[in-house]
């Protein structure tokens, strides 16, 4: 891995970003790219100069005008005072390389732009004007993990070091190339792997989470089988607290029950309710 990038917004969950991003840079020696991007103006509120004359309407104009203009260089200070916060947090978690961009526009079409010279992005689960009390997930999650063709990891509020990672295993494609992805990189070594299948323990499923544990064992890690029945969510998030699991890894599309994720059903419900970050591959 040689670049990561991390998007950081200056919401609480900024700072898990930027840990979270360390972990894995200082583990694989890759350099991390600090986005931030200032959204494009929202239109201009409904005209509030009603029949006022002429010149007390032009004269409120200008001072709106005057407000945008300084609305902007404020969001523009602000916008670099989170990447400088951000590059001096990464510099003491002992990250050597650290760049920063600023940009205007739209975060998805930033990001897109830029992610063809990286190997993974990392978001907070939750952005600055989430509702914390409902545990509504950031508004760009969705479109960050829709529009990525990289692995995203959804940082969790707290940042601790990943020594047991747990794989929602369900035998497609998807997570067989994140199982491969995980494999390749070193990232991960040394912590303790566990595959789980929720469904029938069959001879086919048995084969499939043995022939994918095989892959991760080739390459070095101490790996856990588990099939069990029920609903995926609950399993998961179960089947996580009792092993004391740092770290869920799961495919972002699909078809079945768990590789329909991102965004409606199995995955909201898994990133809002694990109290865990959460690696989502495509």
């Known amino acids: 891995m040689t670049r990561i990038i991390a ?22 020696e890759a350099e991390i790219l600090l986005l931030h991007v200032i959204g494009r103006r929202t239109a201009r509120p409904e005209d509030l100069s009603g029949s006022i004359g002429l010149g007390a309407r032009t004269k409120l104009m200008r001072e709106l005008a005057e407000l945008d203009e300084k609305q902007a260089r404020l969001a523009l200070k602000r916008g670099r005072a989170i990447l400088e916060d951000g590059k001096a947090r990464l510099h003491r978690a ?14 998805v079409e930033e990001l897109t732009a830029l992610e063809k010279d990286a190997d993974l992005v990392v978001i907070g689960k939750r952005g600055e004007a989430t509702d914390f ?14 529009a990525s063709a990289r692995p995203v990891l959804v940082a969790a509020r707290a940042f601790r070091p990943v020594s047991d990672f747990l794989v929602a295993f369900d035998g497609g494609q998807t997570i067989v190339g994140a199982l491969e992805w995980i494999a390749g990189n070193p990232v991960f070594r040394g912590s303790g792997c566990r595959l789980l299948m929720v469904g029938s323990d069959t001879p086919e499923t048995r084969e499939a989470i043995e022939g994918a544990a095989a892959l991760l064992r080739g390459a070095g890690f101490d790996v856990a089988c588990q099939i069990e029945a029920g609903q995926p969510e609950r399993v998961i998030c179960e089947q996580a607290r009792t092993h004391g699991i740092d770290l869920l890894v799961m495919g972002a599309y699909g078809h079945s029950r768990i590789r329909s994720l991102i965004i ?10 694990c109290q865990l970050p959460v ?3 495509r």
Do not use: I, K, P
Request: aromatic residues 4%.
């Open 7 to 28: 998007l950081v917004d200056g919401s609480v969950y900024s700072e898990s970003v930027c840990d979270h991003a360390a972990f894995l840079a200082t583990r694989s």
């Open 94 to 107: 002992g990250v050597a390389r650290v760049g920063t961009v600023l940009r205007h526009g739209d975060l």
């Open 133 to 146: 009390a409902r545990l509504h997930l950031g508004s760009n999650l969705e479109r960050v993990v829709r």
């Open 264 to 273: 409606g059903s199995t995955t909201t419900a898994l990133v809002q309710s």
């Open 279 to 281: 690696m989502l591959f």
